[in-house]
């Protein structure tokens, strides 16, 4: 027990909405990209810690479809985050594996080179997996997968096979069509900043997600936040359709 944590029952996913990082500088007189830039810093703490507990993968919206629309500077400034912060020291010192969902080719040349060679140098660790949503949104992502599904039984279509659609399209062939194929569905959601949305991030993945939402910003949520949050998801019971009977006799 760390904390009253059972670490017997950690979640093994763990998504958050990092927000609040704008508000966050704005309240205390300063640009929003010092938030952005504190935010940093409360990735490599929660990352750490989540190391520590146990997590296994932890996804990370780190910049929407949406974000796109922001002012220019402040969308240069977050790609120049980006760039610099993903330095090896933070995977290598803790064992974890780099991977990044959403729309890449999008990003500029240098982000997307650099997002390459982290995955490739990080490959191999195996303590958990983080992965960076960027330029994500799950609109994009669900509607890619339909594309990309349609175009294999349109290319089965033309070489004159047979199409068998109720066997080519279920939900498990939609999940595997989806960005975030490689890793389970997220246990436990956190947003942090306030806001009571989902804000278009894995919509189809969180369909029987734990939410949690807290008021502090991104750049102060420290490792007992996240500690509450791991405490609050192993307080309730996910019946996922069931009946609590059910449950409790299943055991
Ligand atoms: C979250 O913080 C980080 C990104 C969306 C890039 P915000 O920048 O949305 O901060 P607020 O919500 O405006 O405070
Ligand atoms: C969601 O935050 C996206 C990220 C945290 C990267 P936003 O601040 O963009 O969300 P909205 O626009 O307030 O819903
Ligand atoms: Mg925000």
Not at 23 to 28: G, T
Not at 50 to 58: E, H, I, N, P, T
Not at 107 to 112: D, G, K, N, T, Y
Not at 197 to 222: G, H
Request: hydrophobic share 35%; charged share 25%; aromatic share 8%.
């Amino acid at each position: 027990m760390i904390n009253g944590i059972d670490m017997k029952r950690i979640p093994q996913h763990i998504a958050i909405i990092m927000d609040g990082n704008g508000r966050w500088a704005v309240e205390k007189g300063k640009e929003r990209s010092f938030g952005h830039q504190a935010g940093v810093e409360t990735v490599r703490r929660i990352t750490s810690e989540c190391v520590r507990l146990g997590v296994k993968y932890l996804t990370l919206y780190t910049f929407s479809t949406e974000n796109w629309n922001r002012p220019a500077t402040e969308v240069q400034a977050l790609m120049g985050l980006v760039l610099s912060s993903l330095e090896d020291e933070i995977f290598m010192k803790n064992n974890v594996r780099f991977q990044v969902i959403g729309d890449l080719k999008r990003l500029p040349q240098e982000v997307q080179d650099k997002l390459q060679e982290t995955m490739a140098h990080t490959a191999k660790n195996d303590a958990m997996t983080m992965v960076v949503a960027l330029s994500y949104s799950s609109r994009w992502e669900i509607t890619e997968a339909c594309r990309q599904i349609a175009l294999e039984v349109a290319g089965k279509v033309k070489n004159g096979e047979q199409v068998d659609i109720e066997n080519l399209i279920t939900e498990d062939v939609l999940s595997k069509h989806m960005n975030t194929s490689f890793m389970p569905d997220p246990d436990l959601l956190i947003r942090t900043g306030g806001e009571l949305r989902i804000s278009n991030y894995l919509l189809w993945q969180i369909a029987y997600s734990e939410l949690y939402f807290c008021d502090t910003y991104w750049p102060d949520f420290s490792e007992e936040d996240l500690q509450r949050a791991i405490l609050s998801f192993q307080k309730r019971q996910r019946r996922f359709g069931k009946t609590e009977q059910q449950v409790e006799e299943n055991k």
